[in-house]
C-alpha cells in the first residue's frame, strides 16, 4: 500500500499575512472616488427593482451613471499621468 504525502507545506493562518500592504491601500485610496460612486449606482437601480421607476428614479440613475464615468475617467486621467520608478 503507497502512502499519500503531501508535497508542499501546510498553509496555516498564522503564516499567511492577512494585511494589506501600504501600496494596496494606496490604491485602494485613489479608487475610492469611483468605488463610492459605484455604490451610489448600484443603490440607486436597486431602488426600482421592485417597482415601476417614475422620473424622478430615472434622473436619480442617469446622474448616478454620469458619477461613474466623470470619476472612471478622472481615474484613468490620473493614472495616465503618474509615472512610477523615477521616469520622467
Known amino acids: 500500500m503507497k502512502t499519500i504525502a503531501a508535497l508542499q507545506t501546510l498553509v496555516t493562518a498564522a503564516s499567511l499575512d492577512l494585511e494589506p500592504s501600504a501600496a494596496e ?13 459605484e455604490v451610489a449606482l448600484l443603490d440607486a437601480q ?3 427593482i421592485d ?4 422620473e424622478l428614479d430615472e434622473r436619480r440613475v442617469r446622474r448616478a451613471r454620469n458619477r461613474v464615468l466623470a470619476a472612471r475617467r478622472d481615474l484613468t486621467n490620473r493614472a495616465g499621468t503618474e509615472h512610477t520608478g523615477g521616469a520622467a
Open 51 to 54: 417597482r415601476p421607476a417614475n
Open 46 to 48: 436597486i431602488m426600482t
Open 25 to 37: 491601500l494606496d490604491a485602494i485610496e485613489l479608487e475610492m472616488p469611483l468605488i463610492r460612486a
